[in-house]
T-cell receptor, first 117, second 111 residues
């Protein structure tokens, strides 16, 4: 079946440091890939996504490139801020079940990022 | 903006009680999902629904049921709550293959 493996963390960085959170996946088809972020006390928000190989998703200074050859979708940011402290989830979408449009997400276990001033 | 709301942010229940968690979305999305989130395990799909009155089991459906009588509302039911169902419950909705939008979550404690 499909699976997502991401760096477990926790990751602790100083402000303005470079961030990488590794994510690799196993999938039978051609999934779309996502990074979601969960700020303390909140639900998940989509951070960025990529729908096909070599696509780069970007948002709020974060980037990730869909690498089919290495089955990876690593999250990067050049200079983190205290406000980036959150849990980051890598996920892939695949089609599941008998309905015509029911796509589900498979999540990694999440990586807690803490950024210190 | 898409809005997904959940009926409670925090809930405390006793073992054996029947528990209802409600989720409402305002964007006419066909797909709705219930996940639970536990430390070290990430998010796990309990049930999902791709249309009114349609439901399918996710990865961990045991001990749960769901109801979708109207398109905008998706309820998660714990028929007889147990302590191992203490968790954060997250509802999400989506339109086809597009982004899933999440609610703020319900933190359930079963004593």
């Amino acid at each position: 079946g499909n699976s997502v493996t991401q760096m477990e963390g926790p990751v602790t960085l100083s402000e303005e440091a470079f961030l990488t959170i590794n994510c690799t996946y196993t999938a039978t088809g051609y999934p779309s890939l996502f990074w979601y972020v969960q700020y303390p006390g909140e639900g998940l928000q989509l951070l960025l996504k990529a729908t096909k190989a070599d696509d780069k998703g970007s948002n709020k200074g974060f980037e990730a490139t869909y690498r089919k050859e290495t089955t990876s979708f690593h999250l990067e940011k050049g200079s983190v801020q205290v406000s980036d402290s959150a849990v980051y989830f890598c996920a892939l979408s695949d089609r599941r079940g008998s309905g015509g449009s029911n796509y589900k997400l498979t999540f990694g276990k999440g990586t807690l990022l803490t950024v210190n001033p | 903006d898409v809005k997904v709301t959940q009926s409670s942010r925090y809930l405390v229940k006793r073992t054996g009680e029947k528990v209802f968690l409600e989720c409402v979305q305002d964007m006419d999305h066909e797909n709705m999902f219930w996940y639970r989130q536990d430390p070290g395990l990430g998010l796990r799909l309990i049930y999902f629904s791709y249309d009114v009155k349609m439901k399918e089991k996710g990865d961990i459906p045991e001990g749960y049921s769901v109801s979708r009588e109207k398109k905008e509302r998706f309820s998660l039911i714990l028929e007889s709550a147990s302590t191992n169902q203490t968790s954060m419950y997250l509802c999400a909705s989506s339109l086809g293959v597009k982004t899933q939008y999440f609610g703020p979550g319900t933190r359930l404690l079963v004593l």
